[in-house]
C-alpha cells in the first residue's frame, strides 16, 4: 500500500524524561506521524469519511503526550501509535517520531528522539 497520511512538526509540553527537571517541567516535543492507510474511496467521492480525519489524530497525540507522564520517549511514541491505530480499523500502520526540541544535555544538539513504527495486529 501507498497512500500514507503524513502530519509534520506536531508541536505540544509534556512531561518525560529520567532526569528530576524533566519529572516536574513540560518540556517542547515535536510529533511526525505517518499514517498508512487506502484513502482511494476518499478521493473517488471527496469524503472524509472516508478517511482517517487528522485532526482527530493530532488531538490523540497531544492528549497523550500531555496526559502521559512518560520516562521514555519510546514508550511516548508507542503509546501514541497504539492510540492512532484505535481510531481507525482501516489503518495499517503507522509511524510515530517523536523529538525534545531542547533536550536537557551539555553536548550542543538541535533535538534528540526516537521513530517507531506499529503494524496493525
Given amino acids: 500500500m501507498s497512500d500514507v497520511i503524513e502530519l509534520r512538526e506536531l508541536r505540544c509540553s509534556a512531561v ?3 532526569l528530576s527537571e524533566e519529572r516536574v517541567h513540560a518540556q517542547p516535543l515535536a510529533f511526525d506521524i505517518d499514517i498508512v492507510r487506502p ?7 471527496d469524503d472524509l469519511n472516508e478517511t482517517t480525519n487528522y485532526a482527530t489524530v493530532l488531538s490523540a497525540a497531544t492528549r497523550v503526550a500531555m496526559e502521559g507522564g512518560f520516562v521514555l520517549l519510546e514508550t511516548l511514541a508507542y503509546r501514541v501509535a497504539e492510540e492512532v ?8 500502520s503507522v509511524t510515530v ?8 544535555v551539555d553536548e550542543d544538539v538541535a533535538t534528540v528522539g526516537v521513530r ?6
Avoid: H, Y
Fill in 16 to 18: 518525560v524524561g529520567v
Fill in 39 to 45: 484513502f482511494a474511496k476518499a478521493v473517488t467521492n
Fill in 85 to 92: 491505530l484505535s481510531l481507525d480499523d482501516a489503518i495499517a
Fill in 97 to 104: 517520531a517523536v523529538r525534545k526540541l531542547e533536550p536537557p
Fill in 116 to 121: 517507531c513504527t506499529v503494524p496493525r495486529r
